[in-house]
């Protein structure tokens, strides 16, 4: 069994932490806007790190024949595609008793309700993520043949270009609305994190303090950008929390200052953060249905900073749980299911 990288679990700890306080009612600081924009930029890394994590994990596999595709896929079905798409099934359940569906309407309409919510729905919920997540895990092969045929000095090109693309493409055009038409390049959007992860794992493996410098320096440097701009251009600063490429910066940064913490070497520590960083994904599936439905009602306290930390709280620990009884169910099936993709 492979050792898990503890700084690399810390990270999803972190992320599920900051996702569950974006779904997380009562936000106490929004009336002020530099405490928002600070705040704000800071919470919403949560995004990124999952591709971010996603990416390095997954483009740093090298497949040199068909078979490596075939194991790699095969691995991915049970592991992702599977727990998703029963999850998808089981949160659209609990949306058509909450919509008041279930009463009127028989099984073929809650198929109905479960395979649009599944195809289109999701894109607007909290769900978006995976419609980028699967396209990239299918494409992370023939990415990985591309990126790895590069040297890191032809990767840092690459990245040099698209950030300047991106610069262009929001900082010029999309922050004074206009449209920009030549915008589709394949380092615009959210493919900028994923294939980041890969190209950081690169060039910081070596440990060089002046690459490393360089993250932090880019990363502190983004933040300030985008939390004056948030401030300051508030209402024209297209997605500070996404694509914007200030936050892009300071992300990338933020993911290499975590992953060169010294390592926990507190074993009861270890345990904890390996077993949380273990049901993550299932937690980032449910998380957002507990925050809206079910924390509300154990958390009655005013809006403030207690009530915020309070739901944050209570969240994560049924979201743990709830990931915890989901993934023990699956785990057998994930097993058969695994056994029979090896037979194929």
Not at 189 to 206: C, K, L, Q
């Amino acid at each position: 069994m492979k050792q898990r990288n503890i700084n690399d679990d810390l990270i999803r700890v972190i992320s599920v932490i900051l996702v569950i306080s974006i779904h997380t009612w009562g936000r106490p600081w929004q009336d002020n806007a530099w405490a928002s924009a600070i705040l704000l930029t800071i919470i919403y890394t949560c995004n990124t790190f999952f591709f971010m994590l996603s990416g390095k994990y997954n483009l740093r596999k090298e497949f040199n024949s068909p078979s490596d595709y075939l194991t790699y896929y095969k691995k991915k079905v049970p592991d992702i595609l599977l727990p998703y798409v029963i999850l998808s099934f089981i949160l659209s359940g609990w949306n058509f008793y909450l919509q008041g569906l279930a009463e009127s309407s028989g099984f073929g309409m809650f198929v109905k309700f479960a395979m649009k919510e599944f195809f289109s729905e999701n894109s607007s919920t909290h769900l978006w993520f995976m419609f980028l997540l699967l396209g990239y895990l299918l494409s992370a092969p023939f990415l990985s043949k591309m990126l790895h045929a590069m040297s890191d000095k032809e990767l840092g090109i690459l990245f040099g270009i698209g950030l300047a693309w991106n610069i262009v493409y929001y900082y010029l055009f999309m922050d004074f609305w206009h449209s920009f038409s030549y915008g589709g390049w394949i380092l615009t959007g959210w493919i900028m994190y994923f294939v980041g992860g890969h190209y950081i794992d690169r060039v910081t493996a070596s440990g060089d303090r002046k690459v490393i410098m360089s993250f932090y320096i880019a990363g502190l440097i983004g933040f300030i950008v985008n939390v004056v701009a948030s401030v300051l251009m508030a209402g024209s600063y297209f997605d500070p929390t996404g694509l914007a490429p200030a936050f892009m910066l300071f992300c990338a940064g933020a993911y290499v200052w975590f992953g060169r913490l010294p390592s926990i070497k507190n074993e009861i520590a270890v345990k904890v953060i390996s077993f949380i960083a273990k049901h993550s994904f299932a937690i980032y599936l449910i998380q957002f249905h507990i925050a809206n439905n079910i924390t509300p009602k154990i958390v009655t306290l005013e809006a403030g900073v207690i009530a915020f930390v309070a739901g944050i709280c209570v969240t994560f620990v049924l979201s743990l749980a709830a990931a915890f009884v989901i993934d023990l169910v699956l785990a057998p099936v994930k097993t058969g299911l695994k056994k029979l993709l090896r037979i194929c």
